[in-house]
């Protein structure tokens, strides 16, 4: 029993050697980090809540939660600064909408793709890049 005390002991202490030493790593430099690969999420937030053009007297809305995607995090910090400019654009492209075009499934695609090409545009026009590599619907409810 002995033997097993000195073990658990052992092992801990390696452990927290092991996680002291990970941890004393030295930050990687501020240019680094922007050239860095790898791939960001922004979540625009509030989700998207607007109407759209309806048939009749009823009045459609539509509520989207949506995602942008970003190569790295120089693109990112371009998407958090320029944020209400694409809810704008969004907010009034799916405003243009039929309720047709919005509760078919091939449609929504369509939707997806004319978002993306519409916020890639503006963004060129803003900051001569395209910064965002996707944008995805993670929500998507009509009525």
Known sequence: ???????????????ALQAQASSEKAPPAEGADAAKPGFSYHALDPDIITNYLSNGKTLGYIRVTVELMAENEADLKLLEQHDPLIRDAIIRLM????????????????????????????????TGKKAVRELIFTKFLYQ
């Open 1 to 15: 029993m002995k033997i097993f005390k000195i073990l658990l002991v052992l092992l801990l202490s390696c452990g």
């Open 95 to 126: 405003g243009s909408k039929t309720a047709d075009q919005i509760k078919s499934l091939v449609n929504r695609e369509e939707l997806r793709k004319e978002c993306l090409t519409q916020v890639n545009e503006l963004l060129v026009k803003e």
